[in-house]
């Protein structure tokens, strides 16, 4: 193919699909190509020079690079089986990028390295692609983060039920049971038969929220009566057949009575906390197999309780502590423990750039037994419902089209590209059209239309609650389970 057409295809590759690409945003205005000789050559990604490697994790996973130079330029793969290009040549400007596509091909084997050799001239220069292996470690008996993704269909939040976190003076929390607080938020006693059903109607991964602060003694122990009752529905979900997802719930979030937050200056007040809850989690169920997966916190918020992007940056440092804290107090409990799959998620487990930014991922002994969450309630006033009468008839969005469809797109395309940066695979923790004010044929749209989308992606989200009256088990909502299922098939 001709030189010329090559560019064709990049000028068109650049409009169609890289709009949304942090290169091309930042690139400069394009003035005319260069006819002379090059000097300069130089590999860009989100805007920075490549030193001399990327690592990936071991999914199928793209990038884009820009490539800086003002002549045209060619490059070669090494290893062309698992190293992708868009094209294999380009021109050169004065003062713009021109654009490339590198796909990566999931590794089911060892760590490998390619080099891509860039070439203008007399300038050359190297970029190493290295990739993570599923590891050669004889005594690891669990899949890895990303073969646990693929082996989630959807899933269902047990939500309002132990994560319960009353607070107040109506409530004493004295003499109460594990099953006072089970029930407390006005929901049944979680059963069998409950989660019989949830995994009857095709939801194979179900997530356990469990509030813990308000269960431990001031030496930071777990009640013993409460961690025996957080096993028995551990047990009810495994029984079932389903993978379990067991996090710590409302000890974050915007209640008067949190305390883990994400605040550098209460640091070091709380890291004993909450390194002993994960110590005494992990100690309970290390003999559990690779279907239960630990979560480090939910919807962490900073001590302001800021659902916005924190005002303060080492609210960010703070949650990489904190989470790796937790990767550190699983870990060191041995046994399974070592290689347990573990879930991070972003500040407030929100999907903005600056969150998906400012998140990074632990350091692990086995790094391919992490994974990514974030939670989408998008668009927010489709989604939600409000006490706010004035508000509700100011922002409510009723119809779930072609907008509503970008705004999720664009929640999706941020957080695959954010984790396929850091080589970790992802899923919506919770998302749902929880709120009833628009029609559920329009809630339907949105189910399925999500679903698809996660699929079409290799991963999946679990649903906030809702659909199924768990007090008698009548599924009132089965619509929208049907358009779930459609969307993941």
């Known amino acids: 193919m001709k030189l010329r057409n090559i560019f064709g295809m990049i000028v068109l590759a650049a409009t169609l699909g890289f709009q949304g ?5 930042n690139a400069p205005s394009y003035t005319g190509r260069s006819e002379g000789p090059a000097s300069k050559l130089n590999v860009m990604k989100d805007s920075v020079k490549v030193s001399d490697a990327l690592t990936f994790g071991i999914g199928a996973t793209s990038t884009i690079l820009g490539v800086e130079c003002d002549g045209d330029w060619t490059v070669e793969s090494s290893d062309t089986t698992w190293v992708k290009l868009s094209n294999h040549a380009g021109y050169g400007f004065f003062d713009r990028w021109s654009f490339m596509r590198v796909d990566i091909v999931k590794n089911t084997g060892d760590e490998r390295s390619a080099t891509l050799t860039f070439k203008s001239g007399s300038l050359t220069k190297a970029v190493t692609l290295n990739q993570r292996g599923t590891g050669t470690d004889p005594n690891d008996p669990f899949m890895s983060a990303y073969s646990f993704v693929e082996n989630l269909k959807i899933g269902y939040n047990l939500g309002n039920t132990l994560d319960s976190n009353p607070i107040g003076s109506w409530w004493n929390p004295e003499g109460k049971t594990p099953i006072d607080f089970e029930t407390q938020w006005g929901q049944p006693q979680t059963t069998p038969e409950i989660i019989n059903a949830i995994a009857e109607k095709g939801f194979n ?20 009566a409460w961690m025996d009752r957080v096993e028995e529905v551990v047990k009810m979900v495994l029984n079932a057949g389903c993978y379990c997802i067991l996090n710590v719930q409302h000890d974050t979030g915007a209640a008067d009575n949190v305390w883990l937050v994400a605040d550098m200056d209460k640091y070091a007040s709380i890291k004993d906390k909450y390194k002993a809850i994960w110590t005494q989690v992990a100690q309970r169920f290390a003999d559990y197999d690779d279907h239960l997966v630990f979560e480090a916190f939910n919807e962490i918020l900073d001590s302001s309780k800021n659902w916005n992007d924190p005002s303060d940056p080492r609210a960010y440092e703070a949650i990489t502590r904190l989470e790796q804290d937790f990767v550190d107090a699983v870990r060191a409990t041995g046994g ?18 600056a969150k998906l930014d400012g998140m990074q991922i632990p350091n692990d002994v086995h790094p391919n037994h992490i994974l990514a969450s974030v939670h989408s309630y998008d668009p927010y006033w489709f989604c939600n419902d409000t006490d706010d009468k004035d508000a509700g008839e ?31 695979p992802w899923i919506f923790g919770e998302f749902g059209a929880i709120g009833t004010h628009a029609d559920i044929s329009e809630r339907i749209k949105y189910a399925r239309f999500v679903t698809t ?37």
């Open 453 to 489: 989308q996660l699929k079409a992606r290799g991963t999946t989200g679990l649903w906030w609650m809702g659909l199924i009256n768990r007090k008698n088990l009548n599924w009132y909502e089965a619509e929208i389970v049907d358009a779930l299922m459609q969307g993941i098939q």
């Open 394 to 424: 100011k922002y409510y969005i009723t119809m779930f089209g072609a907008e509503q469809q970008q705004e999720v797109l664009d929640v999706i395309n941020r957080v695959s590209k954010r984790f396929g940066d850091l080589g970790v």
């Open 205 to 224: 991964v179900i997530r356990v929220p469990v509030t813990w602060g308000i269960h431990m003694d001031n030496n930071n122990v777990i009640d013993a």
């Open 21 to 25: 690409c942090t290169d091309v945003e």
């Open 336 to 353: 399974k423990n070592l290689y347990r799959n573990l879930i991070v998620n972003p500040y407030s487990a929100g999907s903005t750039q």
